[in-house]
């Protein structure tokens, strides 16, 4: 049986890291000229704005309760490409926004991580408040990591397969886009079976250097 409290610690964090994540995207499209995530309402951090009940708050339950890997999805943020003032290059900076965003909040929780080491070298009779704090932020590295390292798999419609379809040929990248009607179903079931463990291992070897980097700031 999980740990309730990492269960009580971990979801927060999951839904700020899918919430900055869709943010990117909508962000980025409507700085590249398509204001239809904007129109929606999709450019905010309000989390409401992009939560999915089963890929944010089911699938992540059911994860953390079976053991494996931390996954889930919010809401994907809805584009129009033929909006942008360039296509290919808008397309593909939009779809690499949300991984830069979770890269950008793995770097943040690591420096987070450093100040509450700093914070309780300071005020030693606060041993419970840093170390839960210490414990929910270092929770925020890894599920970062692990985030971006699942959007970049080429299952639509996650990521990876939006920036693949540009390096197709013509051909290639028309019959790619077909199969992705069935992307959503393929990646329900690999969660299911369990496809997904081997990030678990890639997880732990990228956290392991923001780990280092935390050593030297302390």
């Known amino acids: 049986m999980p740990d309730p409290r990492y269960l009580l610690l971990s979801l927060p964090i999951l839904i700020l890291s899918f919430t900055v994540h869709e943010f990117a995207h909508a962000w980025v499209a409507l700085k590249q000229g398509d204001d239809t995530a904007y129109m929606l309402g999709r450019v905010t951090l309000n989390p409401a704005a992009h939560i999915d009940p089963v890929g944010t708050l089911l699938l992540p339950m059911i994860a953390m309760l079976t053991g494996a890997p931390l996954l889930g999805w919010a809401k994907p943020v809805p584009t129009t490409p033929r909006k942008y003032r360039n296509y290919k290059r808008g397309d593909l900076l939009v779809s690499i926004a949300g991984v830069v965003a979770n890269f950008g909040m793995a770097i943040v929780f690591t420096l987070l991580c450093v100040a509450m080491i700093w914070a309780y070298r300071l005020a030693p009779g606060a041993e ?91």
């Open 128 to 218: 419970g408040v840093w170390n839960t704090l210490l414990q929910m932020f270092d929770i925020g590295v890894r599920l970062n990591i692990l985030l971006i390292l699942f959007n970049l798999i080429p299952i639509p419609p996650l990521d990876g397969s939006r920036v693949l379809v540009h390096f197709l040929s013509p051909k290639a990248a028309l019959s790619y886009r077909e199969m992705s009607r069935y992307g959503m179903a393929v990646l329900m079931l690999l969660v299911f079976v369990g496809g997904f463990r081997f990030l678990t291992p890639l997880t732990n070897g990228i956290y392991s250097v923001f780990r280092g980097l935390q050593e030297v700031l302390v």
